[in-house]
C-alpha cells in the first residue's frame, strides 16, 4: 500500500475498468480488470479510512475505522441487496467470515510460522474476540434452525430478521463502547498498541488531504464495485458457477484482499497478534456490523426485504470456521502447522461449495 | 428475602390465591395473583431448605441442599406431567436451563460489572462444571439425534429415555459424592467458601423452626404451583401464546425468581464466583436431576409416559446457551460487557420462542 | 503382553481360529474364538512394530510407530471394503474414534483416578491434538452436511470423498513432519520422552528378530481378520443386530483391545499423560490416516469406491465424544469423575446405537 507505484496502478486501474464497463468488454476481461481494481481502491479506501481515524483523535478515530474498517464490503453488499441479488449478498458475508477466519488467519499464521518457530501474543482480547464470535454464530443459527423446524409467514420472518439484526447493531456498538470507553486501558495493554493505529508508522496524509481521499476512495469503491457486480451474472452463467461459489469466494476474496496482504506482513514482521487482529477483527465486524445493516437497508429498495436467514451449508461453513479459528487462537501461540490446519479447512470448504 | 416484609407478603399473596382460585377471578388475574404467590413461596422454600441443610452438619446439609434446591421447579414439574401437560414441561426444563445461563447470569454479571470493572474467581470449579454441562446436553442431545433420523417404536423410545435418565441421575448422585467427599477440599480451596452456605452470613432459624418451615413451604408450594398451573391453559389460549412459549418464558421465569434475585445480590456484593455458581448449579441440577427425576415419575400416572426427546429448537436453546456461557465463564473473569452478550443471547431466544 | 504365557495364547488362539474357520464351527463359536485371536495377534503386531521402530532410529521408528499403529484396524478395513461392507467399514471407524475417546480413555481416567487423587499432565501437545481432533471432525462433517442438504451425482461425491481424504492424508503427513522434525523438541519437552518409545522400559528383540515378527504378525493379522469378518453377517443375523452396531462397538472393541489395556496400564503408574496420548493418537491415526486411505483403497476393488459421507448418527457421536473428551482433557489434570463423565456418554452411545 505503501509503495510509490500504488497511485500509478489504483489509477490506471480504475480507468481502464471505467473504459471496459462503458466500452463493453467481453464480460471475462471486464471481470478481471475489475476485480483488479476493487482491489486497489478498497486499499485507498482503508488507508484513507485510518488516515481520517488518525486526524481524528483515538476515541472517534477508533469508531470510523471500527465502522468504516469494511466499507467495501458494505457497498458492494448494498449493491448486491439493490439488485436483489440475497443469495450472493449472504455467500459473500459467509465467505467474508470463512476468508479471515481461515485463508488470511491461515495464511499469516503459516508464513509467520516458517520465519518463526513459536510466534506468541496475549490471549485476554482472544477470549473476548471469541465470545463475539459466538454471538455472532449463536444470532445466525437461531433464526436459521427455528424457521427450518417451523414455517413462518414472511411478515414474521422479517420481523424477527429485523430484531436480530438490531441486538447484532446494539451489541457492536456496545462493544465499541467497552473497548474505546470503559475498558481501553484493559484491553491498550493487550495489544501492546501495534494493532489500534497502523498509520503511526508511515508518515500520515494532512488532516485535509484525508478527508479529501476518503471521499474520492469512496466514490471510486461505489463506481468499481458496481462494475465488477455487472459482470458477475454472465461470468456466473458462462463458467457454470453457482450464485453461492462466487459470492463466497470470488466477491468475498476480491473484497478481502487488503486485509488479507497486510495481516501476512504483520505476521511476517513478527507481530501474529496485530494479524489475528485484523483476521478476527474483520470477519466480527462482517457479521456483527455489515450484514445486520444490509438487512435493515434492503428495506428500502424495490428489492424487497432480506431476511438473516442463512442456507445451512453457509451456516455450517461458518461454524466450522470459527470452531478451528478459536481452538487454534485460544492458546496465545501459533506455528506454521496450525496455519495450515486453517488452510486444510478452507480448501476441503473451498471443494465442497464449488461442487455442491 | 431477609425483610421484614417478606413473611407478610408470602401471606397476603398465599391467601389472595387462595381465594383467587376456589372463588374463581379471571384468569388473567388469577395468573398473576399465583405466579407473584409461587415467587414468594419459592422463596420461602429455598430459604427453609437451607436452614434445615444447616443444621444438618456439612455433608448432609449438602445433599440436602443440591437435591431439594430446585424443588419448586421439581414440584410444578410433576403437576405438569400429571395433567400431560409434556410439551409444557420439557419447555420449562429448557428455559430454566437457559434462564440461569442467560437471564440469571447476564443480570449477575451486568450488574456486578456496573460495579466493579472486571470480577474475578477461581476456574477450577467452573472447568469441572462445563465438563457436566456438556453431559448433559450430550445425554438429551443423542436420543434426539438418534430418533430424528430412525423412527424407534414407543416402547424402545421409553426404554431409551429410562436408561439415559438413569445415567444422568448416576452421573448426578457421583459428582455429590465426588464434590462434598472424595475431592472436597480440592474444591472447597476454589469457591473460598463464600457460595457453599449462604445460610451463614445471617442468623439461621432454630432447627425445630427449620424442619417445620419447611414441611409448611412445601405444601404451601405445592399448593400454590396447582393454582398457577390451572390458569396456563386459558391464559395460553387467551394471548394466543404457544405451550413452549409459555413453559420456557413464563413458568421458568416464575419458578426461577429467588434463585434471580439471590445471584444478583451476590455479584453486586462482588462475590461473582457465587453468583455464577447459584446460575450454573441451577441448570445443572434441573437437567441431571430435575428431568430425568421427572421421567421416571411420569411412569406412575395414567397420563402415560413421557419420553426424553427434546425439540430441536429447545435443544437448539440449550445447546447456544451452555456454548456461551462456557465461553464467557471459562477464563475466570465477567465484565459488563459479557452479561450484555448474554442477555444478547437470551433476547434472540425469546422473540424466537414467540414467534414460532 | 510382556507376560510368558503371552506367545503360547497367541498361537493357540490362532489355530484354534484356524480350525474353526476351516472345519465350519457354528459361527458364534467361530466368531468368538477369532475375536480372541484377533485381539492377541494385533497384540503381536503392535509389540512388533515398536520393536521394528526402536531400531529404526527414532526419525523413522516415529513414522512406523505412527503409520503402523493402527495396522490391525487398517486390515480389517480393507478385508471389509473388499467385501463391499460400507457401512460397517464406518461404523468400525466410528467405533475405534469413540471407543478411544470415551472407552479407553474413560477406564484409562477413572482407574487413574482412583489410584490417585488428581493426575496432571502437561497441555501444550493436549491443544494442538485437540485442533486436529477438531480438522477430522471438520473433514468428515462438510462432506455429511454439504450432500444431505443438497443431493450430488455420484462421481461428484467421490471426487469430493478423494479431495478430502488427500487433505487429511497431507494433513496427517505434515503432523508427522511437525511433529517429528521442525517441532520434535517443542513437543518432546511436554510428552518427556514418557510415550513416545514404551519399548525402552522393557527388553526389546533383537532387529532381525523384530522384522521376522513384524511380518509373521502382519500374515496372522490378515488371517484372523479374515476369518473374523467372515463370521459378522451370520452373526449379525443371528443376534438381530444391526450392521452398525456390530461394526462401531464389536469390530472396534476387538480391534482396540491391545490399546485399552496398555493406556490403563499407564493411567495406574500414574503415567496419565501417556496414557491420554495413546487414546488421543489413536483416535487421530484413525480418523486422518485409516480412514481416507481406506477411501482410495476401495477404488481398487471389484466393490466399487466407497465415499466418505458418514450418517448423522456416527456424525453425531463422533462430535459428542470429541466435545467432551477435549473439555475434559484441556485442563491438563484428571480425576476419577471425569473417567466416570466419558463413561456415562460411552454408555448413552451404545444404547442408543443398540435400539436403533
Known sequence: MKKWWFPAVLIISFIFSAIGHY???PYTLEFIISAVSVIFVAGFLGKATESVAHHAGQRLGGFLNATFGNAAELIIGILLVKE???????????GSIIGNLLLVLGLSVLAGGIKYKIQNYNISLAGLN????ILAI?????????????????????LL???????????????????????KDYLADVSDGGPADPVHEEAAWSKGRSILYLV??????????????????????????????????????????AEHSAAIMLAMKNKIGAAVEIAVGSSLQIALFVAPVLVFISHL??????????????LAAIGVAVFI??????????????GLLLLAVYIILGVSFYLV
Chains 1, 2, 3 share one sequence.
Open 216 to 257: 474520492i476512495a469512496t466514490v471510486m469503491v461505489a463506481f468499481v464495485s458496481e462494475w465488477l457486480v455487472h459482470t458477475l451474472d454472465p461470468m456466473t452463467e458462462r463458467f457454470g458457477l453457482s450464485e453461492i461459489f462466487v459470492g463466497a469466494f470470488v466477491v468475498a476474496i476480491v473484497g478481502n484482499a
Open 301 to 314: 429498495f424495490a428489492s424487497g426485504p432480506m431476511d438473516i436467514v442463512f442456507t445451512v451449508i453457509e
Open 84 to 94: 436483489g441479488h440475497f443469495e450472493m449478498v449472504k455467500a459473500s458475508i459467509t
Open 161 to 183: 430478521s429485523l430484531i436480530v439484526s438490531g441486538v447484532l447493531i446494539a451489541a457492536y456498538l456496545l462493544w465499541l463502547v467497552f473497548s474505546m470507553i470503559t475498558h
Open 23 to 25: 466500452a463493453g468488454f
Open 325 to 338: 479459528a478459536k481452538s487454534i487462537t485460544q492458546d496465545g501461540s501459533t506455528n506454521w502447522y496450525e
Open 138 to 158: 449463536i444470532a445466525l443459527f437461531v433464526p436459521a434452525i427455528f424457521l427450518h423446524t417451523k414455517a413462518l409467514d414472511p411478515a414474521d420472518t422479517n
Open 130 to 133: 471469541g465470545s463475539l464470535m
